[in-house]
């Protein structure tokens, strides 16, 4: 994506076709996500949200796109919030399943 986005910012006439349907594309899944969960906030992260050029393209396609206004913005942890995401999830589990086995233990049960 990366390389995409830099032949798009130097006019690269195929790239800035794919980023602008990219927009056009990720815009529209977020209309469906605010008609059906009505948040009232939504933060971007990962390549989408590190990109101010494309953040700024996003932002205004949504918001021409719903009849209120929605807090859009970018995640403090930049590029690296998929990664971030992903380690949480996993030490949640991590968490969970080291509990069910002390709870297990407790209680005398094994598995």
């Given amino acids: 994506m990366e390389e995409i986005f830099l032949l798009a910012k130097n006019y690269d006439e195929y790239a800035t076709f794919l980023t602008k349907n990219m927009v056009k594309q990720l815009s529209s ?6 008609s059906i969960l009505d948040p009232t906030t939504i933060i971007m992260g990962g390549g989408i949200g590190s990109r101010e050029e494309v953040f700024s393209e996003l932002k205004k396609s949504l918001q021409n796109q719903v009849n209120r206004e929605i807090d859009i913005r970018t995640t403090s942890l930049g590029s690296r919030a998929g990664i971030v ?5 996993a030490v949640k589990e991590i968490r969970d399943t080291a509990i069910n086995k ?3 233990l407790d ?3 094994t598995s």
């Fill in 85 to 89: 995401g992903a380690m949480s999830l």
């Fill in 102 to 104: 002390v709870q297990k």
């Fill in 107 to 109: 209680y005398g049960v």
């Fill in 29 to 34: 899944c977020l209309r469906n996500i605010i």
